[in-house]
């Protein structure tokens, strides 16, 4: 979406009364900078220009935005760019629910100035329980976050389990509880009447259409849910409807991006257990890799994968790393193509796993890889590259500023092509056939998109990675 299609809306919008608008951070602004090519402080500047309510948005802790981790210096930068530009709560979360990748973007929120929300990533695994969110959540108001969020990316949280959660983080903590989740199992309204009557603090909501299905439930019906409850917040529907209706208008813009598989009920969620949005872009990818007779197959991988690398939860870059293994796995056999980040993962360079990881697995990830297994925290071991960042953009003729630094330390080809478009290439007579089989064993990074390339009878394995 891009944000001339917002800003009518917006006054609408933030007259509504809203605790807190949702605008930036997470996937939008590698989407924003990729395929619009907006950057992402301007888009940020413009929306915070229009509004008063406070701005929320999601950082993956030491990653930031992207996928890989950040040196510290370059996560404070980030934050203290996005507080000065308007952002003012930072819900701060971690793959692996590790605190200590959280504490950095924590502190310096707190100290220029932002809201600081730590955040409980809900998965289900035999390691995971109620007692261990709740410990979780203490730990993350003990290291002076402002609210606590429990987020259910998976929309997989049974209604009694998180009550009883809010119960007890409710008991132990002062500070406010926020609870999150997606409508993806049909499982999100329920549960938020269950946090509801267990004395959550605030849920989030999304607006038709973009709302139900792999977003959040809509403010409409939950509004309709609570009637007659003393906890129902008072919200004029007509201004509700008033953005629900431009709102149709964008999405019928966007439709050649939309799915209405993406907005209903899909029951599988809860025999796969893991996040809706994983389980439509599986199904993308296993047509691509004419994998659709196997689909079975790969998703019984998935909780083989994740008790081997430590009962990891499934959220960005988790997600995608797991899953991507489970086809490696199923198309080539256990382990014969080990992915890179997946090796990472095993060895502890993104955090401490929530279970040992598999011995005989974090043995074969440190031959292939080549590297010991660490248990620090993985930022002590990364160079500060704030200054480094600001002479490769001098070098390039790019504007050397904080913000660019920090976008440019997650995204250096996308940021290129913003200020140096690249030329467009001339049409070929005929392109050669390719299927899209990933190999793996490449050292390339987890975002690197693998084929086997068919070419006037040769077959070329490659792996295709932004510089």
């Not at 500047?45 to 993956?60: E, G, Q, S, V, W």
Request: net charge neutral.
């Amino acid at each position: 979406m891009k944000t001339e299609q917002m800003l009518p809306i917006l006054e609408t919008l933030d007259s509504i009364g809203y605790g807190a608008l949702e605008t930036w951070g997470g996937a939008t602004i590698d989407s924003g900078l990729r395929f619009l090519k907006e950057f992402p402080f301007k888009r940020l500047d413009a929306i915070r220009a229009k509004t008063k309510t406070p701005h929320m948005m999601l950082l993956r802790g030491q990653n930031i935005v992207a996928y890989d981790q950040n040196p510290d210096d370059v996560v404070t930068a980030f934050v203290q760019k996005s507080v000065s530009h308007g952002m003012n709560i930072l819900r701060i979360f971690d793959a692996l629910n590790d605190p200590r990748n959280m504490q950095t973007a924590i502190s310096a929120t707190k100290k220029a100035g932002g809201h600081a929300q730590g955040t409980i990533c809900y998965t289900k695994s035999p390691v995971h329980n109620i007692e261990g969110f709740v410990k979780l959540g203490c730990e993350l108001a003990d290291m002076g976050c402002n609210s606590i969020c429990i987020k259910d990316m998976a929309g997989l949280i049974p209604p009694n389990v998180v009550a009883a959660i809010v119960r007890g983080l409710k008991k132990q903590i002062k500070i406010p509880v926020v609870f999150h989740t997606h409508e993806t199992a049909g499982l999100g309204s329920s549960a938020y009447l269950a946090a509801i009557e267990a004395g959550v603090d605030s849920v989030d909501v999304s607006i038709r259409p973009f709302a139900d299905g792999t977003a959040q439930p809509d403010h409409v019906r939950m509004n309709a849910l609570l009637e007659g409850s003393s906890r129902r917040p008072q919200y004029d529907l007509k201004k509700v409807a008033e953005v629900s209706a431009h709102m149709k208008k964008v999405y019928a813009e966007l439709s050649k991006f939309t799915s209405h598989a993406n907005e209903v009920v899909d029951t599988d969620a809860i025999t796969y257990e893991v996040p809706g949005g994983m389980l439509s872009n599986f199904r993308t990818q296993l047509k691509e890799l004419n994998m659709t007779d196997r689909f079975d197959e790969v998703f019984a991988e998935i909780p083989y994968v994740r008790e081997k690398l430590g009962w990891i939860p499934l959220v960005t870059p988790t997600s995608q790393i797991v899953g991507t293994q489970a086809v490696m796995n199923v198309k080539f056999g256990r382990w014969k193509n080990f992915l890179p980040a997946a090796q990472n993962i095993a060895l502890g360079y993104f955090g401490r796993t929530p279970a040992p990881v598999d011995p005989e697995i974090q043995k074969l990830a440190a031959t292939m890889a080549k590297k010991d297994p660490i248990t620090c925290r993985p930022a002590d071991i990364i160079k500060p590259r704030m200054e480094a960042l600001r002479a490769e953009l001098k070098e390039n003729k790019l504007p050397t500023d904080d913000e660019h630094c920090v976008i440019y330390a997650m995204f250096p080809q996308q940021v290129k092509e913003l200020y140096n478009p690249p030329a467009e290439a001339p049409k070929a007579a005929a392109a050669p056939a390719v299927s899209a089989a990933p190999v793996a064993n490449h050292q390339v990074s987890a975002n690197a998109r693998r084929y086997n390339i068919q070419l006037n009878g040769k077959s070329y394995n490659v792996a295709v990675e932004n510089a």
